[in-house]
């Protein structure tokens, strides 16, 4: 079971996932990039620094980095990678039982479902790295900070 959290969760629990070392220092370099461009002040930023050597899941930076702008991906896009990913699970495993119940039958086939599964797949990437983009860059882009 762990295997498959460890590989689904990002999809579908993208929120609950650990905070690894690299998210933590990119979140700590939004602080000090906030700090830098005057959005955040000294003491806020050290709040901040603190709040977040305590947190340990990435739903979490929502809270510390709230109020900077393009920090942590929309709750949106998060809702739209759950969905996306719950959804297009949901269609590869039907489809492969109706092909396999197929095939049971004496009617195998080519697996036709490959297809659908991989465009919505791909899909699911695009959602995914969009996510994770978020996650991965370190500064905050000084003309759209508030």
Same mark, same amino acid.
């Given at each position: ?16 996932? &650990? ?34 050597? &305590? ?7 929502? &809270? ?21 990913? !719950?959804?297009?699970?949901? !269609? ?25 599964? !991989? ?12 996510? &994770? ?14």
């Amino acid at each position: 079971m762990n295997t498959l959290n460890a590989t689904l969760g990002p999809l579908v629990s993208p929120d609950e996932q &650990e905070l690894s070392y690299t998210d933590k220092q990119a979140a700590h370099a939004k602080i000090e990039s906030a700090a830098r461009l005057g959005v955040l002040s000294a003491q806020q930023a050290a709040d901040r620094h603190r709040v977040l050597n &305590e947190s340990h899941r990435r739903g979490h930076l929502r &809270e510390v980095l709230a109020g900077l702008h393009d920090a942590v991906p929309p709750s949106g896009l998060t809702l739209a990678l759950r969905i996306a990913a !719950v959804g297009w699970l949901a !269609v590869c495993v039907i489809q492969f039982v109706i092909w396999l119940a197929l095939a049971a039958f004496g009617h195998l086939d080519w697996p036709w479902w490959l297809w659908s599964d !991989v465009g919505l797949g791909l899909a699911v990437g695009i959602l995914w790295w969009t996510h &994770e983009s978020y996650h991965r860059k370190s500064q905050l882009d000084p003309g759209t900070s508030r």
